[in-house]
Nanobody, 125 residues
């Protein structure tokens, strides 16, 4: 049993930064791979970034590579997404996800085991 809660979303101007957090609970949290997905109105949920359970492996969608950084602190049961140089195209609800298996950029969202409720990120132009 894993529960995930996101926070840190908000309104920011183009070029600004936000830091999202995802706090997990559950005895096996440290053994779960985690990822961030996002969903804009009228669009399908899309992959943003992923991190292995140990934090040793990460990957990013091409649209955010170089601007976003994913990290985790297992001692605090928390995953982060540092978002810099934000663009209006980044506007979406951002979801925290977790799974016993590594989440790849090609993982179908409906196959991911656990999800948070999402946090809104709005980038104004």
């Amino acid at each position: 049993q894993v529960q995930l809660v996101e926070s840190g979303g908000g309104l920011v101007q183009t070029g600004g930064s936000l830091r999202l957090s995802c706090v997990g609970s559950g005895r096996t949290f440290n053994n779960y791979a985690m990822a961030w997905f996002r969903q804009a109105p009228g669009k399908e949920r899309e992959f943003v970034a992923t991190i292995s359970w140990s934090g040793g492996t990460t990957d990013y969608a091409g649209s955010v590579k170089g601007r976003f950084t994913i990290s985790r602190d297992n001692a605090k049961n928390t995953m982060y997404l540092q978002m810099n140089s934000l663009k209006p195209q980044d506007t979406a609800v951002y979801f925290c996800a977790a799974d016993e298996h590594y989440i790849t950029p090609f993982t179908i969202p409906r196959r991911v085991a656990y999800w948070g409720q999402g946090t809104q990120v709005t980038v104004s132009s």
